[in-house]
């Protein structure tokens, strides 16, 4: 088992694909397929092949290359149990607690409903990696689509829980927009200041802003902050309870 070579590419205008490597095994991963033919040319000029093919969840922008990819390269497709009949061409299907081995490397797989009601994301201890699809962005969350507040803040939580220095991967590049909200609901935050001032540098030069870590989300993302009490006020929700604060935020930010 080596080292896990990773390149991050965006698809579509705003999603990201991550391709994983393990020399030594020869596995290649794919972490969701928004698009096939960045995919193809991100293989081609690494001159690796595709073994798998890992969703996060059923969403067409982060499926919709599977059924092309797998007739071309006899990936195996592996995706949410509980979504397992809308992920074209799944042959394995997870869910929370599943450990699986990849190239050598583990997987831990947790159920994160709210975005979706199956959703998965994909944990590598061992690598200290994380793949968070559409449940966690750079400074935001995804939005509710099939879950409530209540089953997205539980979500939330499993991933809060993970070593602060894990390496965090997620579905699209929204952290502009992630952080001029952020700053609208935590305005005293400081380390969220000093983040935004980044985030706009590095966007101004063409560069990604991920992958993030568990340790800067949990400094400056508003979604996994509704504890801290200079967020409660800034949102009139001092003293409340985390999960109403979580809600709230959550509300502000589909009317941004
Ligand atoms: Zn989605
Ligand atoms: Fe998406």
Same mark, same amino acid.
């Given at each position: ?26 596995? $290649? ?17 690494? *001159? ?11 969403? +067409?922008?982060?499926?919709? *290359? ?13 995706? =949410?149990? &509980?979504?397992?009949?809308?992920? +074209?061409?799944?042959?394995? &299907? ?22 979706? !009601? ?21 400074? *935001? ?7 409530? =507040? ?13 070593? =602060?220095? $894990? ?12 952080? !001029? ?22 966007? &101004?030069?063409?560069?990604? $802003?991920?992958? $993030? ?13 509704? &504890? ?5 006020? !800034? ?22």
């Amino acid at each position: 088992m080596a080292d896990f070579e990773i390149h991050q590419f965006l698809c579509l205008s705003d999603n990201y694909a991550v391709l994983l490597h393990d020399a030594d095994s020869g596995v $290649t991963a794919v972490i969701d397929t928004p698009e096939v033919a960045p995919i193809e040319a991100a293989l081609e000029a690494k *001159g690796w092949s595709l073994t798998h093919i890992l969703n996060t969840h059923w969403h +067409p922008d982060h499926t919709g *290359g599977n059924l092309e990819l797998q007739k071309k390269t006899g990936a195996e497709i592996i995706g =949410p149990r &509980a979504e397992q009949a809308k992920i +074209p061409g799944i042959q394995k &299907a997870v869910g929370q607690d599943d450990v699986f081995d990849l190239g050598g490397h583990e997987v831990h797989v947790f159920d994160v409903p709210g975005h979706t !009601a199956g959703a998965v994301n994909y944990w590598f201890p061992n690598d200290r990696l994380v793949f968070t699809g559409d449940t966690l962005f750079a400074m *935001g969350c995804g939005r509710l689509f099939e879950g409530t =507040p209540e089953m997205m803040w539980t979500s939330l939580q499993k991933l809060m829980e993970l070593p =602060p220095e $894990t390496r965090v991967y997620c579905g699209h590049e929204y952290t502009q927009a992630n952080a !001029a909200f952020a700053l609208s609901v935590d305005p005293g935050n400081t380390d969220l200041k000093a983040r935004a001032q980044q985030v706009d540098e590095t966007r &101004a030069a063409g560069q990604p $802003t991920l992958p $993030t870590t568990i340790d800067l989300e949990l400094r400056t993302n508003p979604f996994l902050r509704p &504890a801290a009490p200079g967020l409660q006020k !800034a949102i009139g929700l001092e003293g409340a309870a985390p999960v109403a604060v979580f809600t709230e935020t959550r509300l502000r930010k589909d009317n941004f």
